[in-house]
């Protein structure tokens, strides 16, 4: 069986980008056609007849190599790269000389690049193809040359993959300057010293053995399915496997047909001849799994490597798919990626409730729809959740079950390059959520009990499996897992070109009690003691070292709810390595709040949790995202304003109490967290109109062993989109709440008060509910009481002149009473108040939050010159 073009549910593409074998009609399926209801078959020549003299590989190719035992690190090697038969097991060896290329490196007269053997979607004509007719002219004897014309951003974003390869990861720092930055750390320095030590010599192992970081890191140029020009090779890491075969479409599922041999690290091979006809042994779209005879019993495995799966209809485990298609098929990025940006304004989305109608959105809808919206709102990134395919849709795309393949549920991988290539066109950087943490229990399509035993790819045991989430753990210290896991960020960056990403759970890595049950208080012992994971903590400065070693502009995010020290300060200074942490405290103070009368609020303890963050180390704040908006808990706006949003959100009937102040306090949480909380701002799609209600994915009712049910829903898709039509119609006051937004961005965009190093806390006034700052030369004017207006209400800044009204949550616009004039001038005085040297006089409505901009004198000349008549 060959799964065609109407073979993979694909999504439903405009008629620009459809191909004639898609089917826009999904009946009564909510998965959008995004894989088509029914698999043609299509049956296929057999014929192993070799067309080449040399059945794998050709004697150019550099020999292989493998690692000795490095105490508790396991070292398996990798199948040789060297000329064999197709019956014959590869050698091995064992040692590697110092100057001999890395075990993963394939980079041989026969070998394709990774970039050519994986496909880039939309099978059948989306492909766009580069015009270089305009730039690149024919010289004498068919050459072709270069002209002047030429667009070397093309060019760079084609050859980086070539261009990356030639890079090498600077070598460790001496990991002592954390030492400078925090010296209270000197107190825990045997534990910091041992930790960057076991850096130190995992990076020695591996320039040793792989020949450095980078061409480690290409694990899926090895592993996995790989294309040469006489065939396929396929290998996998199953050690605890006692014999393996695979089995597909390709061969009727016959075990016996294509036997695989065994290394002695558990490196199971077989090479496939290309057909009499020259085409590969395996077509493309078909699907493949591998037989294994293990402890636990004979099972059939997706390839741990596999690069997209899916699931039959009426099925419930997903096929591992071949996925190789022409070359003219395949999708070429024609737009360099953007610059990174100095401050972080993300907008975090998932693809398949991306859609206002209830159903699963694909890639190709959230790129023509969503992305534009991302950008007029001013969002520079877009977060992208749910990308490694995941069987369970109601996981969020946590419990992963193939780490190479993105999700077939909304679209092809080439599909989904399309959906970056836009988004980098329109400058929007874009962050993929990523799952290392942690992964799926499933035995039938994941990585769970893949050769039979509990401890490949994880620990054994208890220590391999977390509780509360029902999933397994992985084993950071074996030499297998580290490959396979730094290949898979290595792939979405290089292959995908995604700009970075959101590691997920890195709290649950970094300690052995995975931070449950734990109140994290700050005390120093609770970070650098027996609780902690070495081995996950090496990984996490390892895979930051790759990514920024070979990705100068890349960003990553940790998801860490304790607080770790040095977790974003640089590797080679001792640190952990990421970019920025997500505030996640934040989040939680609003809910503890919401729970409260606006009576026992304190600005003081508002002010102290937005800017409790750790010197030197920049944090991603937000208000609320994905975790607050599902079913079960509360978005802001729903625990604001509750029921009365189901009847009150018209502007042609009354508001109520509730409604005015709710959508007086949504803005102004939402402004006070980017203005105080962080270097970075995260929203999760739908919450900057105040998106009603909940997210909940389709389910059944779940029968409990106790004999109770809990009630599904009838698989309805209902909760499970988000209603942009709210936010953009101008007849309901969500349309205010997302102009809000959208100015707010915008402000941050062209202030870029995130990122400002000038930050200052004038007041923060219990009595009268009032919060001033500065950042840059911005003055935020924060007024949380619910009755008291002030006039003339003096507040402190630093900088002497005129001061203009930039941003004014009470604006008729945003849903506000429009009780500020803002044609009134500010002109500061001089005389020291509230620790500033200037102050001036201000207007402070009730629940409004109002910023003010210092005019400089450029602006100051063009506001008179306007003002002048001109003479005729």
Known sequence: MVYTLSGVRFPSVPSVYKSPGFSSSNGGDHRNANVSSAFLKKKHSLSRKILAEKSSYEPESRPSTVAASLGKVLVPGSPSDSSSSSTDQLEFAQLVPENSPASTDVDSPTMEHASDVEPAIDLTGSVAELDFSSSLQLQEGGKLKQSKTLDT????????????????????????????????????????????????????????????????SRGYEKMGFTRSATGITYREWAPGAKSACLIGDFNNWDPNADVMTRNEFGVWEIFLPNNADGSPAIPHGSRVKIRMDTPSGVKDSIPAWIKFSVQPPGEIPYNGIYYDPPEEERYVFQHPRPKRPKSLRIYESHIGMSSPEPKINSYMEFRDEVLPRIKKLGYNAVQIMAIQEHSYYASFGYHVTNFFAPSSRFGTPDNLKSLIDKAHELGIVVLMDIVHSHA????????????????????????????????????????????????????????????????????????THHGLSVGFTGNYNEYFGFAIDVDAVVYLMLVN??????????????????????????????GVGFDYRLHMAIADKWIELLKKRDEDWRVGDIVHTLTNRRWREKCVSYAESHDQALVGDKTIAFWLMDKDMYDFMALDRPSTPLIDRGIALHKMIRLVTMGLGGEGYLNFMGNEFGHPEWIDFPRADQHLPDGKIIPGNGFSYDKC?????????DYLRYHGLQEFDQAMQHLEERYEFMTSEHQFISRKDEGDRMIVFERGNLVFVFNFHWTSSYSDYRIGCLKPGKYKIVLDSDDPLFGGFGRIDHNAKYFTFEGWYDDRPCSFMVYAPSRTAVVYALVDKEEAVKEVEEKEPVEE
Not at 552 to 572: H, K, L, N, R, W
């Open 721 to 729: 989109r988000r209603r942009f039509d709210l936010g953009d119609a």
């Open 545 to 574: 070292d790759l990514i920024h070693g070979l990705f100068p502009d890349a960003i990553t995010i940790g998801e860490d709810v304790s607080g770790m020290p040095t977790f974003c300060i640089p590797v080679q200074d001792g």
């Open 440 to 511: 799926s229990n499933n035995t039938l399509d994941g990585l769970n009990m893949f050769d039979g035993t509990d401890s490949c790819y994880f620990h054994s045991g208890a220590r391999g499996y977390h509780w509360m989430w029902d999933s397994r753990l992985f084993n950071y210290g074996h030499w297998e897992v580290l490959r396979y896991l730094l290949s898979n960020a290595r792939w979405w960056l290089d292959e995908f070109k995604f700009d970075g990403f959101r590691f997920d759970g890195v709290t649950s890595m970094m300690y």
């Open 153 to 216: 951003s093309e060019v760079t974003i084609i050859d980086e993959s070539d261009r990356i390869r030639k890079k090498g990861i600077p070598p460790p720092g001496l990991g002592q300057k954390i030492y400078e930055i925090d010296p209270l750390l000197k107190n825990h320095s045997e534990h910091l010293d041992y930790r960057f030590s076991q850096y130190k010599k995992m990076r020695e192992a591996i320039d040793k053995y792989e020949g450095g970081l980078e061409a480690f």
